[in-house]
């Protein structure tokens, strides 16, 4: 059963940096788009950033200028680079895959990660 794993967050001061990371566990055959989004205490979960197969990003107006997302295609990895980070980043940071398990099905489906916490100290 395939699964997005992530890693990378922790606790970090106001201004910090940190990267995440995140890649499927099992086979698949290829991934399209991919994104991260974050949920904080009592709020809804909100894009942070997306990324296609091809490299096209965006961003939440809210992380541009600090935030950075990219992809390893070759190693079915996406990353996340925040800078400069702020105490209101913190949230619980999720990973999603849009990934076609087999070249005989063609069916594409929406994978999960199982959060990882970011935590930013003022």
């Known amino acids: 059963q395939v699964q997005l794993v992530e890693s990378g967050g922790g606790l970090v001061q106001a201004g910090g940096s940190l990267r995440l990371s995140c890649a499927p566990s099992g086979s698949i055959f290829s991934i399209n788009d991919m994104g991260w989004y974050r949920q904080a205490p009592g709020k809804q979960r909100e894009l942070v950033a997306t990324?296609?197969?091809?490299?096209?990003?965006n961003y939440a107006d809210s992380v541009k200028g600090r935030f950075t997302i990219s992809r390893d295609n070759a190693k079915n990895t996406v990353y996340l680079q925040m800078n400069s980070l702020k105490p209101e980043d913190t949230a619980v940071y999720y990973c999603?895959?849009?990934?076609?398990?087999?070249?005989?099905?063609?069916?594409?489906?929406?994978?999960w990660g199982q959060g990882t916490q970011v935590t930013v100290s003022s």
């Open positions: 990324i296609t197969k091809g490299g096209i990003t």
């Open positions: 999603n895959a849009y990934i076609t398990l087999s070249r005989m099905l063609q069916i594409q489906t929406a994978y």
